[in-house]
């Protein structure tokens, strides 16, 4: 048999995922193209998962060859009810809409996904984001259709997803954060010769799993969008001097009592802009952690941070205790001017 990589493992996620939140069966919910999972025998409905493109992000492997490969994978997600042949009941079409919506409420509550290995411990956080998907699209995916025929479906997207060597691994926790270019006009002919280079940034980083029980705990950081949906990495594209924008800090949770001084957390920003040689400090700042809430468990804060955005560049912030020698995990921001590059 063939080893699991975190391709599978990811796929094995989002069956167990929908199973839980949809009158979908785990059983029913079957990897593979919509006209194979059709021809299952049974009356009871099905949801076909396919992943229809994988592909490597960028060129991540050309910028770390010694760190994971970082994947996006696109499926589509086909609900396929089984006609009853009762006119009293709700026609297959009814019912595959049924499904469909409850696939579609499943996903948008859960816009990230943990994803555990065999033995139930963390491997890997994904992002999940719909992708549109016309007639057109769905044709070219799936040209061959269920022998009973056309059924609805939607198409998401799962990023990043990190496919490790089995060479073996360094226990340390530093690790290497690729940063991104800052041309919004980076397919522009005018602009072929302003991509600006690729670089690497060393930073202590800490996995989330152990952040809520250690006594050695070390701050959590997160940058929220509009929508109040935590990630680590944030893209803005803008004419404006400034942007403003929540940081998440996250510390311990309650059951770890803390001294007054011990809810003081450090957050450091660093700022790398095209040509220069590496990122330079360019703002510190120490803050202080509130106490855990019915919504989230943890002492934690959110501030209100404004960027300085008249240069293109990357933002990196860090996160640490004060008089702490190791840090928790990294953001990075990338701010690409509008028409000036």
Known sequence: MVASTNLSLVARALRIHIAANTEIDEEHVLIGHPASVQLISGTDPHLSVYFYSIYPAANSGDIRPDGPLDTIAHCIMTPLAKSSGNPNQITQGEEDLRILGQVMTCMHGWRAMVVMDIDEKPVCRVEIIPLELTVDKLSKIIPVQPREGYHPSIAYELSLIPLFTNRPVSTESEVKVVTYGVSPDMNDELNESKHFPQKYIKAFV???????????????????????RESLFKQIFTNQESEIFTLLIIGPSKKIALEEEELKVEIIAEFWAPGDEDFRICREEVVELGFPTSELENYHVTIEWELDTRLSGQYLFRIKRPNQASHGNVCLAVVARKGVL
């Open 206 to 228: 800490k996995a989330h799993e152990n952040i809520a029980s250690s006594d050695d705990w070390k701050p959590q950081l997160y940058l929220l969008d509009k929508t109040k």
